[in-house]
């Protein structure tokens, strides 16, 4: 079965700031990556997500990247303000399979 | 409101106790998941459920019962719980089994078991 790594598991970055979190997949059929963003005491809710005919995606100061032959894809946040402050989740699936694997999640925590 | 409909939002029962959480979604979405989120590990999945039908069982103790009415109705039946069941359980949705166009999640049940 599928297997996703995100790292970092915390990031702290001064505002203003890009940061980037890191996934890793397993199963080389996955072709749909989304990314979820999680605030305190609320629920998951999806930002972004690419498809693996595309190898970048941008929305506003949001951005993912996707490489295939590596089997990693990442997301970018520039700019950053205190409200990007949350847990972020990343997970990979195929269609045709029946369910998201997620990654472990990343805690970014914005410094003002 | 997303959409996805969790009651109770918080449950604090005994290990002895019987409850049940709920979720409910009115997307049109055929296809419904519960997933447990604890510090150890994030968004664990349960159960999925594609039109009422229970298509996986992550290797959820009995203890755990899912049921699909529906297919905007969810339910999780607890009984004799432990301790270490103590989490957020969410309930989320999506268009169809691949999730393609993503998961709609509920706001969750903080489940706490003394």
């Known amino acids: 079965g599928e297997n996703v790594e995100q790292h970092p598991s915390t990031l702290s970055v001064q505002e203003g700031d890009s940061a980037v979190i890191k996934c890793t997949y397993s199963d080389s059929a996955s072709n749909y990556f989304p990314w979820y963003k999680q605030e305190l005491g609320k629920r998951p809710q999806l930002i972004i997500d690419?498809?693996?005919?595309?190898g970048e995606k941008k929305d506003q100061r949001i951005a993912v990247t996707l490489n295939k032959t590596a089997k990693h894809f990442s997301l970018h946040i520039t700019e950053t303000q205190p409200e990007d402050s949350a847990v972020y989740f990343c997970a990979a699936t195929h269609f045709g399979n029946e369910k998201l694997t997620f990654g472990t999640g990343t805690r970014l925590t914005i410094i003002p | 409101e997303t959409g996805v409909t969790q009651t109770p939002r918080h449950l604090v029962m005994g290990m002895t106790n019987k409850k049940s959480l709920k979720c409910e979604q009115h997307?049109?979405?055929?296809?419904m998941y519960w997933y447990k989120q604890s510090a150890k590990k994030p968004l664990e999945l349960m159960f999925v459920y594609s039109l009422e039908e229970r298509v996986e069982n992550n290797s959820v103790p009995s203890r755990f019962s899912p049921e699909c009415p529906n297919s905007s109705h969810l339910f999780l039946h607890l009984h004799t719980l432990q301790p270490e069941d103590s989490a957020l359980y969410l309930c989320?949705?999506?268009?169809?089994?691949?999730?393609?166009?993503?998961?709609?999640f509920g706001s969750g049940t903080r489940l706490t078991v003394v």
């Open positions: 989320a949705s999506s268009q169809d089994l691949q999730g393609r166009y993503g998961y709609t």
């Open positions: 690419i498809r693996s005919n595309v």
């Open positions: 997307l049109g979405h055929n296809a």
